[in-house]
């Protein structure tokens, strides 16, 4: 059997799983069918444990699942139906917000002392005993209506800095009563909790509990603290599921590609080997032959893969099946996922397009096209790559050209930065699938109107992308070039990457990041690995502050950079450049500062390449095929939008 120990049951309290893989609990920020048909999608797609998000115990401390009402049941009832039909197990997760609730009128977040959470910065009001004997009603009344609504289990959220694990926490509990000081004491709201819902539901019926391993504030939980909250808690719980991190450094408890496969294995495993009941861990983990690793080398009893399976629903089928090689990647981002249900309320995923709307969207197996048709792809990265592999699934006739030798477009850019590197994961994987599929690739072919007419195509899809502006231009002044930057030593971020022309790179370097997005950070990776000392000057007021919700996606690279020695300097614009020298001026300020630079990078906006379709549609209007502007060229900027809009167009082609 492929992967025996990932396939192996496992059995908690009274209820088997038939596999080792989870999904641990993950807002997405849908609701009704919609969520029930995200995770669905998963339990078909093979995972042994759904651990369905957040559900607010009270009304204090809402969310989308009203566990505090029975009018949750018939919900339950259908998602219970419709997850077991595919043999997953379906646990919920039971929240109370507490310190990192926002105020509203009249209502201050509660928790166990007046500390507040480092990103919230409300201080919240000390509970009281009988709001703490309230509160652990109200778990208890949630966890008898799960059972009641015929799902298989609970898990209490005591970890990030919620209400349980606030009170956990020598770092937010200070109390001198019977809920603070010693750890027997911290614990104790907890126990009554677990307490409580043991005598609402069955015998046998799972409960268990979600810690951090290490909270990442000074004097809070760290791996010693958290296995002896873990040796305190055994005796009362069915399963231990060990995460980590706080809001104090949120990105550490779904941290990015900055962070290795597996990175809070050497924390975690820890604490999960101080008890007998099987454990979770999380934290990076793609693969079912990783996830068999951990189970065999005895870290854990069972893997939570959350993000990979956002980015392929079926993953555990296809590598059961051994197809790993159709498993789309997960890049690691957080652009989709966490940005975008913190920016905009709902989940979706960089490279699946399905991700979050799935009762609407079919994941890969888009409708088979009304008539076949033959279509000319131009262009190679990933917009391009991706209409291709659509078209071909749909049915069409496929040619892809690419100019240059390679396929993969910026995303060979931006991953050969050392930091980034797991962003080619998703062109290598388009690449493999363009060849499964029958695409045929053309390198090294310019396409002009003559080629495209001898093809005699139906659907011409024209992914050409951008390159980066003239040297010289700069948002704050966009028709005055910055005087010097067209000297030897000035470069563009492309020549630095060593795309197009090779950047010589001397002992201090200076970038001046115009976007506020990851070019600038690869850059300045880029030129640290090179040897020279990098200062960053910026039009905003923090590097990477065009990027969404920069706590989960940008902050890592802020740390490593900042470790590194590389300064930042907020709201700046070019002034002149010299042989030795920047000079910049404070906007809106007109103070100027000179910096020392025998290097200089101007990471600005891109033209985009779109001179192809602009002639083949003013130029050839009855050539008999429509045109269609995808990608960077079509004013993108990320991978996330390069495949959304290829997929807009081939979907319904």
Same mark, same amino acid.
């Given at each position: 059997m492929?992967?025996?120990?990932?396939? &192996?049951?496992?059995?908690?309290?009274?209820?088997?799983?038939?596999?080792?893989?989870v999904r641990t609990a993950h807002s997405t920020g849908a609701t009704g069918d919609d969520l029930i048909a995200y995770h669905e999608a998963r339990a078909r797609g093979g995972v042994g444990l759904a651990i369905i998000e957040i559900a607010g115990v009270n009304t204090d401390s809402p969310t989308g699942i009203p566990v505090h009402s029975d009018s949750v049941l018939p919900w339950y009832e259908q998602l219970s139906a419709r997850m077991h039909v595919h043999g997953t197990k379906v646990f919920q997760q039971l929240w109370h917000g507490g310190i990192t609730l926002q105020r509203v009128p009249g209502q201050r977040?509660?928790?166990?002392?007046? =500390?507040?959470?480092?990103?919230?910065?409300? @201080?919240?009001?000390?509970?009281? @005993?009988?709001?703490? %004997? %309230?509160?652990?009603?109200?778990?208890?009344?949630?966890?008898?209506?799960?059972?009641?609504?015929?799902?298989?289990? /609970?898990?209490?959220?005591? *970890?990030?800095?919620?209400?349980?694990?606030?009170?956990?926490?020598? *770092?937010?509990?200070?109390?001198? %009563?019977?809920?603070?000081?010693?750890?027997?004491? &911290? /614990?104790?709201? /907890?126990?009554? +909790?677990?307490?409580? =819902?043991?005598?609402?539901?069955?015998?046998?019926?799972?409960?268990? =509990?979600?810690?951090s391993g290490d909270e990442f504030i000074e004097g809070g939980i760290d791996h010693t603290e958290a296995e002896a909250i873990a040796r305190e808690l055994e005796g009362e719980i069915d399963f231990l599921d060990v995460s980590m991190g706080t809001y104090w450094r949120f990105h550490k408890f779904l941290s990015t590609l900055d962070d290795p496969l597996g990175y809070e294995l050497d924390n975690n495993q820890r604490v999960t080997e101080v008890v007998e009941v099987p454990t979770i861990v999380t934290?990076?983990?793609?693969?079912? %032959?990783?996830?068999?690793?951990?189970?065999?080398?005895?870290?854990?009893d069972m893997v939570s893969i959350v993000r990979a399976m956002i980015a392929d629903p079926e993953? +555990?089928?296809?590598?059961?099946?051994?197809?790993?090689?159709?498993?789309?990647?997960? =890049?690691? @981002?957080?652009?989709?996922?966490?940005?975008?249900?913190?920016t905009t309320g709902r989940i979706q995923c960089v490279v699946n397009v399905a991700a979050g709307a799935e009762a609407e969207v079919p994941f890969e197996t888009p409708a088979p096209a009304d008539a076949l048709k033959k279509v000319l792809v131009v262009g190679g990265g990933p917009a391009g790559m991706e209409a291709a592999r659509t078209a071909a699934l749909r049915g069409h006739t496929v040619d892809l050209y690419e100019m240059t030798g390679h396929l993969g477009g910026q995303v060979r850019m931006a991953a050969s930065v050392p930091p980034r590197s797991d962003l080619g994961a998703i062109t290598r994987w388009q690449a493999g699938e363009l060849a499964r599929l029958g695409v045929r690739v053309h390198l090294r072919t310019p396409v002009d109107p003559d080629l495209i007419s001898g093809a005699a195509p139906d659907e011409v899809i024209v992914a050409t #992308?951008?390159?980066?502006?003239?040297? #010289?231009?700069?948002?704050?002044?966009?028709?005055?070039? /910055?005087?010097?930057?067209?000297?030897?030593?000035?470069? @563009?971020?492309?020549?630095?990457?060593?795309?197009?022309?090779?950047?010589?790179?001397?002992s201090n370097a200076v970038v001046y990041d115009d976007t506020g997005t990851f070019e600038a950070i690869s850059v300045a990776d880029e030129l640290l690995a090179a040897g020279a000392a990098v200062t960053i000057v910026g039009r905003h007021e923090q590097l990477g502050a065009k990027i969404p919700f920069p706590p989960a996606t940008v902050e890592a690279s802020r740390e490593r950079l900042f470790a590194a020695g590389v300064a930042f300097v907020p709201a700046m614009a070019l002034k002149r450049i010299t042989e030795d020298s920047v000079t910049a001026v404070g906007l809106g300020l007109g103070r100027e500062t000179t910096f020392d630079a025998d290097t200089v990078c101007i990471v600005t906006y891109h033209d985009l390449e779109d001179e192809l379709a602009t002639h083949l549609v003013d130029e050839h209007p009855d050539a008999g095929f429509t045109v269609h502007l995808i990608g960077d060229a079509d004013g993108g900027d990320s991978i996330h939008g390069a495949i959304r809009s290829a997929a807009a167009v081939t979907r319904t082609m």
């Open positions: 492929r992967y025996p120990n990932v396939f &192996r049951p496992q059995t908690i309290g009274g209820c088997t799983i038939a596999n080792r893989i977040p509660i928790g166990p002392s007046p =500390i507040p959470n480092a990103m919230v910065g409300v @201080t919240p009001r000390p509970m009281s @005993t009988g709001e703490i %004997d %309230d509160v652990v009603a109200d778990f208890a009344a949630a966890a008898r209506r799960v059972e009641q609504g015929g799902l298989d289990g /609970v898990e209490l959220h005591a *970890a990030h800095g919620y209400l349980l694990g606030s009170f956990m926490s020598p *770092a937010t509990n200070v109390r001198d %009563d019977d809920y603070g000081g010693p750890l027997v004491n &911290r /614990v104790r709201f /907890v126990r009554e +909790v677990l307490s409580a =819902i043991r005598a609402e539901v069955s015998p046998g019926f799972p409960v268990g =509990i979600r810690i934290g990076r983990i793609m693969t079912l %032959d990783h996830a068999d690793h951990i189970i065999s080398s005895g870290m854990a993953l +555990v089928v296809k590598a059961r099946d051994g197809r790993e090689s159709e498993i789309r990647p997960c =890049i690691g @981002t957080s652009m989709g996922c966490v940005a975008q249900l913190m #992308g951008s390159r980066p502006k003239t040297p #010289g231009f700069q948002l704050s002044s966009p028709t005055i070039p /910055v005087p010097g930057a067209d000297l030897p030593h000035v470069a @563009t971020s492309w020549e630095v990457l060593g795309f197009g022309g090779r950047a010589q790179v001397g």
